[in-house]
């Protein structure tokens, strides 16, 4: 068994928010990574996709979800499975902002929506 304190927490932070990774292959040796994303009122997550499923919980604030060419409004308690190789673009609430929990298997690579690969998000190694 590992456990991961706070205080040994990796974040790491884009323009879109932070994320804070809970566990992953180089913290804690999982499997699977786990890691919790906040954004800022208004912030606007790229145009991206995944090599892998990736499951986002959210715990705070509200969204709205572009995937795969649908539109969802997401809210504190509602979880996306955001299937592979399907195009996403997260974007906060203008006046909450929002705080998702979200896993992915270990090395998940992320490429732009024209397939160009971004490679392995630090949040996700």
């Known amino acids: 068994m590992t456990v991961i304190r706070d205080a040994d927490a990796r974040r790491s932070e884009t323009p879109g928010?932070?994320?804070t990774?809970?566990?992953s292959p180089t913290q804690g040796g999982a499997s699977r990574s786990l890691w919790k994303v906040e954004a800022k009122p208004g912030a606007e997550g790229p145009v991206?996709?995944?090599d892998s499923e990736q499951v986002w919980s959210w715990v705070?604030?509200?969204a709205t979800v572009e995937l795969g060419g649908e539109t969802y409004t997401v809210t504190a308690g509602d979880?996306?499975?955001m299937p592979a190789r399907t195009v996403r673009r997260v974007l906060a609430d203008p006046d909450t902002g929002y705080?998702?929990?979200v896993t992915a298997p270990a090395g998940a690579k992320a490429y732009g929506p024209d397939g160009a690969e971004f490679g392995v998000p630090p949040w996700i190694v």
Do not use: K, L, Q, S
């Open 60 to 62: 705070a604030g509200a």
């Open 17 to 19: 928010g932070v994320m």
């Open 48 to 50: 991206h996709d995944f």
């Open 99 to 101: 705080i998702a929990v």
């Open 21 to 23: 990774t809970f566990a």
């Open 79 to 81: 979880t996306v499975i």
